[in-house]
């Protein structure tokens, strides 16, 4: 069968081309991906090409389909799988594989499978290692926005404790602990928000900083003082532009303590050096953003490392457990991955909006492998719903969602875009 995807040739060179698919074998799955998520890490992989160590070095001549965010439906199941997997039901993936020390992933690595794609066929290691799961939530944009929660609760898990006297590391965010989130009015900083506020295991005080007005007032309507309270939490956001001492300021609202966890959204060199100026005893920095510069550094005191306990790492992707916790708790509407999305697209605009992610303002860009609809904010759907009846229909329901992308809206787009 013929499928339509995004393909990777080397270098800045995404090309959307229909081709044929072979026939799966008796140990492959074949999928209709319906949703896919544009990660930064594919922009990374998209201007890298071959360099890019998850990269194939023959990709030109064996171009890849890009997009690892993805959700759809099962099509096909080969003879292998046919007691655990069934036609017709819908399907998540965790796509960090490690397959006997592979770095091989879907959206860098394979030929016929990647999220950016009508059709794609799973090869026997995804479901050997349990990375295959069933779905049966009503969306598919919430499947594929549970990989980058993934990755959020995974930082999460990682980060740890420790007590004087005892070698063991206690893992996890201190709870009832103080907690703060630098540059985190982005896609990935509110992802790390819901999860603050509504896991099993929070801070009382959570601190989220940005320079940006306009992404922290759109963080602030999302999650306003009163439903953190309700949760327990003290929210409390910052705008550190205009600060004289920002490092000053945010240890102020610790009550001069400093922060038991902060994690860093941004691979600024300014703003990692503040989060370690502002950790406590026993602090953990977790350096989530990852750059694309290999040199990149920035300095910490070791005076506190030895004096103080306080300590750094860094976290990239998240484990199948963390997508199973994403996926359950957005079942049972604890957290929504949609405060992330901004955008909304159709598969033909998939390689221009890689290839120039970074330049795009607001946070996560869903796209729609079905559809042709060029990148629009969600913003703008009012402004182009006065030429546009989809889009009036579209902003309508958003606008009674809080501003928010909602099942309803994907049900609709997916019934009248073609």
Known sequence: MK????????ANDLRLEEFELPEIKEDEILVEVISD???????KCAILGEKHKRVPEDVY????????????????????????????TKFAQQP??????SMASPGYSYKYFGGDTTYAIIPPEVMELGCLLNYEGDSYYEVSLAEPMSCIIGAFHANYHTKMGKYTHYMGIKEGGKLAILAGAGPMGLGAIDYALHCDRRPKLLVVSDVDDTRLK????????????????????????????????????????????????????????????????????NFFAGPTDTSFSGEINYYNVHYASTHIMGTTGGNT??????????????????????????LNCVAETTLNLPKIPGGKKLVYTHIDMELTAIEDFKEKGKKEIRFKKLAEIIEKNNGLWCAEAEKYLLENWK
């Not at 499928?3 to 080397?10: C, E, K, P, S």
């Not at 998520?37 to 922009?43: L, N």
């Not at 400093?258 to 026993?282: N, S, T, Y």
């Not at 708790?329 to 909304?344: D, F, G, Q, R, S």
């Open 321 to 346: 457990d963390d997508l199973i916790e994403s996926l359950r708790l957005t079942e049972k509407k604890k957290i929504n991955p949609a405060v992330m999305v901004t955008h909304i697209g159709g």
């Open 96 to 101: 960090a594989l490690n397959y006997k020390g």
């Open 37 to 43: 998520s544009i990660c930064m890490s594919t922009y």
């Open 3 to 10: 499928t339509r995807a995004v393909r990777l040739y080397g």
């Open 61 to 88: 001549e064996n171009p890849v389909i890009i997009g690892h965010e993805f959700a759809g439906n099962i099509i096909k199941v080969g003879e292998k799988w046919k007691h655990q997997f069934k036609p017709g």
């Open 218 to 285: 759109r963080a602030q309507k999302i999650f306003t003082q009163e439903e953190a309270k309700k949760c327990g939490v003290n929210l409390i956001f910052v705008n550190t532009k205009d600060l004289k001492d920002p490092v000053r300021h945010l240890i102020e609202l610790t009550g001069g303590t400093g922060f038991d966890d902060v994690f860093v959204f941004a691979p600024v060199k300014a703003v990692v050096e503040q989060g370690d100026k502002i950790l406590g005893r026993d602090g953990c920095l």
